[in-house]
């Protein structure tokens, strides 16, 4: 069945994943919301589907449409998903998807009681360089431990600098270094080496008390996995995954490029292939095969599901040491 897609959010990452939806045949957008019109019209323009032009949202999501992405910025998911879901709508929200752990059992119950899904968009972890990571993990004997990096400079930190208060650095909508960049380091420990036993967040404010950049260290039994991501800067440090001589190198944890083994022993050997020119089709397709097929795909919905949840028990507990309060967070 070709689902009818509605949107939240007219930035890029929209189109791209509207681009991506469409790659895959198994959507067509239908429901455009944007709080303006116009700006709801100029984004709907872009596609070749007639969609229609929403700024009720109660309207939008009773429009009839089967799935939303929700690309709004990080404080507004847990209200607009709550509202999809009551409506019967799939949802799938751009990460980070929800603030804390108790939006998130929010959020649970609500999906449960509505009989949808709720599926974080985190695109690195379903492209196939990802998997073949995954895959040599598997095939090596011992993990000494990881470090994933992910530091940028934002194309908003001009506008933090010269004295305003952009959505992604500003707490007040839920966002900053860790919600926004570190998600996909921390996704892809977590993907990867599961549950941590105890996360450690070292963070540098800004001055608006939201973090800027910081350093997190996942516990796990046998090894530690340190993360480091910011968006006041450009770094340009590889990740790894180390054996004992045996190394993963990735050049971005986020983009997954290349992907190179080296055994140690003087053998180098490139296990990525090229990176889709959409990263986000791979992910597209599975939310909509499991959209249409619940039941065949359920234990991979569970593992999306279990995945997402302990992401955002960590982001949760992170935050909390670094001493980064959002709004919705328990007094
Ligand atoms: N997966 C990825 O690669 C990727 C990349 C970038 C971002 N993201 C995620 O996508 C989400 C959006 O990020 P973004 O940088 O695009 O955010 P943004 O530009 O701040 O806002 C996204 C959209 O939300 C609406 N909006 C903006 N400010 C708002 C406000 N104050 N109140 C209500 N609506 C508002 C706007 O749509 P209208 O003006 O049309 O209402 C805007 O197009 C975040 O969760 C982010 O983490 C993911």
Known sequence: MTLKLGTIGTNWI???????????????????????????????????????????LNEFFNSGIDVVYIASPNGLHFAQAAEALKAGVEVIVEKSAFDNTKQYEAIYTLMRENN???????????????????????????????TFVYEKYSSRFDAYLAGENP???????????????????????????????????FATLLNNDTDGRGTAILRYADFDVTLIFGKGANSYLQSEILGYRDTIIIDNIAELEEVIYDDGQGSRTVISTPAPANPMVEE????AA????PVANEARYNELLLTSQRVNAVLT?????AGVVFPSDPA
Not at 22 to 47: C, M, N, P, Q
Not at 120 to 134: C, L, S
């Open 14 to 56: 929209t189109q791209m994943f509207v681009e991506a939806a469409h790659i895959t045949g198994e959507y067509a957008l239908s429901a455009v919301y944007s709080r303006h019109s116009d700006s709801g019209a100029a984004f709907a323009d872009k596609f070749e589907t007639e969609a229609t032009v929403y700024t009720d």
């Open 116 to 146: 949808v899904h709720v599926f974080e968009a985190a695109r690195h972890i379903q492209q196939a360089n990802f998997k073949a990571i995954a895959k040599k993990i598997g095939e090596m004997e011992h993990i000494s431990g990881a």
């Open 167 to 201: 959505n992604v650095l500003n707490r007040e909508f839920s966002a900053g270094a860790l919600a926004d960049l570190g998600v996909y380091p921390l996704y892809a420990a977590i993907a990867l080496f599961g549950m941590p036993k105890s996360s450690h967040y």
């Open 284 to 287: 597209a397709r599975l939310f």
């Open 290 to 293: 499991i959209i249409n097929e």
């Open 317 to 321: 507990n992170l935050r909390k040491d």
